[in-house]
């Protein structure tokens, strides 16, 4: 199979399932997108994104709609072969070998899941077991979160700063007035989030640039506008654009944050948000990989990245590592001041909260509510964020099943292997400088 022919391959396997889920590339806001992040390699988009018929199924939610036009699926189908694209991306990964070839690999196993999830949606085949879900894009066997010694590290330090402590539920009661005692005003998230971008950019020209090859420190790493979005389903969307173009027609590296503007946040866990969104967390990786795409140095799946893939995983555990990337430590305990690690604690409790909700609705079928409690009382998070993750997530027939516990999963793998390896050696293979990796292949390039 020509690299021509097996790209056009992974644009009409990936746009597809996309396409088959509600999701448009090309809509600007996160409301729109799904499991295609983004188009940034001026390809026209395939005939899977073209057709009328994509039109239409995207317009009324595709297979995620509470419930799915199975016509307008079934007259997608029928023009576009999804199912046969994915097979081709499956076999030229065999054919390809190497790095690339178990990253495609990867993607194609990951794409089977969300067609057959898709076609469960429709009664167009049997219940896809969760077990292989959590496996195929995790690579590893479902398991419950074990959130004791980060909730016990949380209650030290809050009765160090001067909370008293009884029991669980004074300890929730001490979190919530920690939060609400260093609230981000909702109508200053932009100002706020600008000061920290500038920040954690200069914190990783610091502690990451260094690391990387010298062609990388010219790109852009943090190019992004905050917005605030009323009534989002998900706390907040990085929308990755990559479009603009210099006059010499390089990339500009353009993203947006969108933000829920009900979200409850601290000033802390903002800090560690913008890591993980900006700099030197997605925008930062996404840059990065639109710059080794731009000059030849990386195949044509790093222009189409994904969430639910083997890819986003590390992109989360990248992310949620960020925070100690830009500092150049690697514990939390490390970082340079203690109301910061509560609140980086806080924010890995939340993701060890997604595993947990996505265990208890999928493998113990527990109600939403008790899920909801469950996440409030042994993770410490929100109200609304036990809400958004019991409900909209947790029960999403797709991510429910598959991309809640990819943060848990991405997240530990990254903090390991940055314990194991020198920066000089871990951060390069990270942000793809050895060839573009994901969950299951970056230890090849270590």
């Known amino acids: ?215 990388l420190a010219r790109v852009p790493r943090a190019n992004v506008r905050f917005l605030a979005i009323e009534n989002a389903w998900f706390s907040g969307s990085m929308n990755y654009l990559g479009h603009a173009r210099r006059p010499d027609g390089s990339p500009e590296y353009e993203a947006t944050y969108e933000l829920n503007a009900a979200l409850e946040i601290s000033v802390p866990e903002f800090q560690q948000l913008v890591s993980h969104e900006v700099v030197p967390g997605h925008v930062t990786t996404f840059a990065y990989l639109q ?31 960020a925070i100690l990337i830009a500092h150049g430590v690697t514990e939390p305990e490390e970082l340079p001041d203690r109301d910061l690690e509560i609140g980086v604690l806080l924010a890995l409790l939340q993701d060890d909260a997604k595993n947990q909700a996505s265990f208890l609705t999928w493998r113990d079928r527990m109600p939403q509510a008790q899920v909801a409690a469950t996440l409030r009382d042994e993770f410490l998070v929100t109200h609304e964020r036990a809400d958004k993750l019991s409900g909209a997530w947790g029960r999403h027939p797709l991510l429910g099943r598959m991309y809640l516990p990819a943060y848990r999963t991405g997240t530990e793998l990254v903090a390991e292997l940055r314990r194991r390896h020198p920066p000089e050696a871990i951060l390069p293979a990270l942000y793809g400088a050895r060839g573009v990796v994901d969950a299951t292949t970056l230890p090849r390039v270590l």
């Not at 597809?16 to 001026?42: E, H, K, Q, Y």
């Not at 029928?78 to 993607?107: H, K, P, Q, S, T």
Request: charge should be negative; charged fraction near 25%.
């Open 1 to 215: 199979m020509t690299s021509t022919v097996l790209d056009a391959a992974i644009a009409q396997a990936l746009i597809g399932i996309d396409t088959l889920w509600g999701g448009d590339v090309m809509n600007p806001s996160g409301v729109g997108r799904f499991i295609a992040d983004c188009w940034f390699s001026d390809e026209p988009l395939p005939q899977a994104y073209k057709h009328p018929a994509a039109e239409a199924l995207r317009a009324n939610g595709g297979v995620g709609a509470k419930v799915p036009d199975r016509a307008a699926v079934g007259a997608y189908l029928e023009a576009v072969d999804v199912r046969g694209a994915i097979a081709r991306v499956l076999d030229g990964a065999l054919a390809e070998g190497g790095l690339r070839g178990a990253y495609l690999e990867g993607l194609a196993l990951c794409c089977e899941v969300m067609w057959d999830l898709a076609m469960e949606r429709v009664e167009e085949g049997g219940e896809v077991p969760y077990e292989r879900c959590v496996r195929t894009i995790t690579g590893r066997e479902p398991e419950p979160s074990q959130p004791e010694a980060k909730r016990e590290r949380v209650a030290e330090l809050l009765v160090a700063a001067g909370h008293p402590l009884r029991d669980r539920r004074s300890l929730l009661a001490a979190v919530d007035a920690w939060r609400a005692a260093r609230r981000v005003p909702s109508k200053s998230i932009a100002a706020v989030g600008d000061a920290f971008v500038a920040y954690y950019d200069a914190l990783a020209a610091k502690n990451l640039v260094p690391c990387l090859p010298p062609e």
């Open 291 to 321: 710059d080794l795409f731009a000059r030849g140095l990386a195949g044509f799946e790093a222009s189409v990245l994904t969430m639910n893939t083997r890819a986003s995983v590390l992109f989360e555990g990248i992310a949620n590592n």
